[in-house]
């Protein structure tokens, strides 16, 4: 053993990584814009947990929500619209040693790529999933999206928007393998920050709705939900996320929900006069695909050989 | 005893055998309902021909239906077995000989006009006496049309044979017909028996000797009664050879070509390639991912290759319009990645079981935008193995889309080819995994050949965020005039890089003359075949076969210039000249053509059909011969 105790302590203090490690370039979104607030609570995950830049990946897709990952220091994919998670799929098959994130837009994962966002639930790979929810098209200008309210004025709804809006819990609550299910709001940072660091700590696909404000397009919209603190329902449980006395003085509507109850999370993720903030649905035990999938077969040119070698002869004449 | 009279005669062990005549080649096809196992007894027929020596191409007959109707002219299933002296090198014109086990089906290929006029077909006779008159009138009209149009047709019981060793006919009749068809062309009966060893090695060793006792009854029942036999001597391959289709081919080259990942959604005909590869590859460490969809297994293989391993995904035309737009991500990012597109018949749904080579323009110009991807073609069997290895190569050193075109008829059908001779070298990813040094750019596009250094996730100093935005060196989103010609500069001078690294197109046949035959793809050994019979026949014809389609073999001008006319020949659409309303000013020509006159600046004509089948030989002898005269 050549290194002293001391060279291990200064080794480990070289591994510890400050926020700026983590910032790439000046976010171009608009001043307001809920996204800002998401990257914050995203680049303190990273510092806190000690992420490793290098072998940490943020994919995306198209939209507001998707610029994402040219904010961070780390490797990222910046995609094709609605593909962000069969992006990630791969990689994450391919390289289970990565740590992926997956930021993606209510346009991006709940229109176009809805299929993938269903599949990629069923599939509970180890992934964590932002679902950026602004209920409209930002980059795009001002289009419903499948989460705007009914009634939504928009550049495609002029006269206000035709249809109910998708509820996104309650869809990938619907989903066979639903691993882990959260909602968080932009203007709660605490909390936000304590979801966002629950969901990267769960094996498995972990689903966080953001409830995000769009200050260009729909100024408006959340403020309900925002100016009466009564309206946000805070989920807490012993297993699960416990409120600090901070939020707890400010946010009195507390519910204390097991993440284990599937009905019951079903419920809450109905609510229409509440906003749920928190830790909906959680079970550890479902199986992770790329997990299901390994071969346990020691990859080496030898294994490739012979095996190649016995599926010729079994065509050899 | 007249050989047409089969029906009423009894075996009698120890007859004589009457004359047996020496052919170069012949073509066989068995053909029953679907499920009545002539696929096999087709499969194995060629199988053991080959083991013979003998030179084997086989066609699947496949219903468009899972389960058509039983007794229906559109649900022939089975196999065509063209089997000669030499090496084949194609599916041939029309059949010799047919084992029909209803005159349904065997209707059906008589429309299609795949038979041979005289053609020998041993038909299952037991219909003749069917209690339901429908059937029994049917069968007894269809009979005397296929005799009064010349066919030497012999009423067969097999059924009745199969009966008398209580074995279940539905199931044994097809290993009836193969011995049946190994005394017709004189194949040693054991090579047969190991033949079925082989077949049913998994199941329980009564099944084997239950087949292997139907085959044996079907030839003594055939050295019994019938008065004709054929033999093709065999000229045996000095190496070991292997036979396969054009799939599991393709499936073989994936697990050699040192992918671990394929990711695929379900599609005919590409379909059969990821079967076997789900079924093996787990054995070497590799995994088949059945996506959600087209895309999003185009997607999963992208994002795959990016983590560092390359990738693959297989398709056929519908799926690959649905690729499109992530394939053009992965030009835009760089990313490795192949794509396999089993072409059919288009457009939209067209005709998946059928062959068609419809699908070079899509390949080379799809995705919007210019985006710039490499494309190459397999020609035989041999070729869908060595494709991918080669494919794997080039997407990695170059950092490109490689799609790979095959097509419904090399999917399926199954050529003898020399065993490859597996390399280390197959498998060593061509990656640079040395540090990243201080101040590296992820997009350091080399000034003469546009080639740069990929970092992959988990090389530190590599972090970059890669985008299917416009992008400088540093990948940063950039909408600067002078960036996005230097990128798009540099993603198109990869191909040229590449081209550079090509040898010419052999020549086959003349090396200069009258007429220049080109194709790519399948079409090669019907076209070879027919240029083999021209030259023969005084004509000075060459050909050559283009392996790769975007960027062009070197010295392909050189060649054209050496003939008086050039012409493509091709599975896929073109106007003929000869419609009333087509000229010059509006004529549509085949997908080659189109590339060569353009690139060229060569008066290249072609002609080209859409018929689902394989061209024919003797099509292109008629077609040269009368562009010849004109």
Known sequence: MKSSATDCLLELYDEQHELEDYQSGVPRWCTGCGDNAILTAVQRLCRDEGLRPEKTVFVSGIGCSSRFPHYMKTYGFHGIHGRALPVAEGVKMARPDLTVFVNTGDGDCCSIGAAHWIHAIRYNMNLTVFLHDNQIYGLTKKQASPTSPIGTKSNTTPRGSYLDALNPLAVTLGVANASFVAQAVDWIPESLYQIVRAAYHHKGLSFVRILQRCPEWLPKSLDPWMHDTNKVQLLHHETSLQLSAGLSKVYKNQLEHDPLDMNRAREIASSADVCPVGILYQNKDIPRYEETRQTGVLRTTETVRRGFEAELDKYTV | ?630
């Open chain 2, 1 to 630: 005893m007249s050989i047409d009279t089969l029906e009423h005669s009894a075996t009698k062990p120890g007859r004589s055998v009457g004359t047996v005549t020496t052919l170069k080649e012949h073509i066989v096809e068995i053909i029953s309902d679907s499920g009545e196992g002539a696929q096999r007894c087709g499969q194995s027929l060629g199988a053991i021909a080959a083991r013979m020596g003998n030179g084997i191409w086989t066609t699947e007959i496949i219903p468009a239906e899972i389960r058509p109707p039983a007794r229906s002219v559109a649900g022939a299933s089975g196999n065509r077995i063209r089997i000669g002296s030499n090496y084949i090198t194609n599916g041939g014109d029309e059949t010799d000989l047919v084992v029909a086990f209803n005159e349904q089906v065997l209707l059906g290929r008589v429309r299609a006009r795949e038979l041979k006029p005289g053609c020998i077909i041993f038909l299952e006779s037991m219909w003749r006496k069917n209690p339901d008159l429908n059937i029994s009138m049917a069968y007894v009209e269809a009979y005397e049309r296929l005799v009064a149009a010349g066919y030497r047709v012999l009423e067969t019981p097999m059924e009745a044979q199969c009966q008398l060793l209580n074995a279940d006919p539905k199931r044994g009749k097809n290993m009836f017909a193969l011995g049946m068809l190994c005394y017709i062309y004189s194949f040693e009966l054991d090579m047969a028996r190991e033949q079925i060893a082989l077949t049913f090695g998994k199941k329980a060793q009564a099944v084997i000797a239950a087949n292997v006792e139907l085959l044996e009854a079907g030839y003594a029942w055939a050295a019994a009664n019938i008065d004709f036999r054929f033999s093709i001597p065999a000229t045996p391959a000095t190496q070991p050879q292997i036979v396969t289709n054009g799939n599991t081919a393709l499936a073989l080259g994936v697990i050699a070509s040192g992918m671990e990942l394929c990711a695929m959604y379900p599609i005919t005909p590409a379909t059969s390639s990821s079967h076997y590869l789900s079924e093996v590859f787990e054995k070497v460490g590799g995994i088949v991912h059945q996506a959600e969809d087209e895309i999003a297994a185009c997607a999963f293989a992208i994002g795959a290759s990016y983590a560092g391993k390359c990738t693959i995904t297989i398709t056929s035309g519908p799926g690959y319009s649905l690729k499109q737009e992530a394939i053009g991500l992965a030009v835009m990012a760089e990313i490795p990645l192949v794509v396999v597109n089993v072409q059919r018949g288009g457009p939209s749904t067209g005709q998946p079981t059928k062959v068609e080579q419809g699908d070079l323009m899509c390949t080379i110009f799809g995705s919007h935008g210019d985006a710039p991807k490499v494309v190459m073609a397999a020609a035989t069997i041999e070729d869908c193995f060595y494709a991918v290895i080669t494919a794997r190569r080039i997407a990695e050193t170059f950092n490109m889309v490689v799609v790979i075109l095959t097509d419904a008829s090399l999917s399926s059908s199954q050529q003898p080819f020399n065993r490859p001779q597996f390399s280390e070298t197959w498998l060593a990813p061509p990656v640079d995994q040395s540090p990243i040094p201080e101040g590296a750019k992820p997009y350091d596009w080399d000034a003469t050949t546009g080639l740069a250094r990929r970092f992959i996730p988990g090389q530190p100093g590599g972090m970059h965020t890669v985008t299917g935005l416009a992008h400088d060196r540093n990948s940063h989103v950039a909408y600067d005039p002078d960036i996005n010609q230097e990128s798009l500069r540099a993603r198109s001078l990869k191909l040229a890089a590449l081209q550079k690294t090509l040898t010419p197109p052999e020549i086959f046949g003349e090396p200069s003359g009258e007429l220049l035959i080109i194709g790519w793809g399948s079409t090669k050994g019907a076209i070879e075949e027919a240029v083999q019979t021209l030259r023969e026949g005084g004509c000075k014809v060459g050909a050559i076969n283009l392996r790769f389609l975007q960027p062009m073999q070197p010295g392909i001008k050189e060649i054209m210039q050496r003939y008086t006319r050039v012409m493509t020949i091709e599975n896929n659409w073109s106007d003929s000249p000869d419609e009333e309303i087509i000229d010059a000013d509006n004529r549509r020509y085949s997908s080659l053509a189109i590339l060569l006159r353009s690139r060229y600046l060569v008066d290249v004509d072609c002609w080209s059909e859409v018929r689902g089948q394989p061209v024919k030989p003797s099509t292109i002898c008629r077609v040269v011969l009368a562009k010849l005269a004109k």
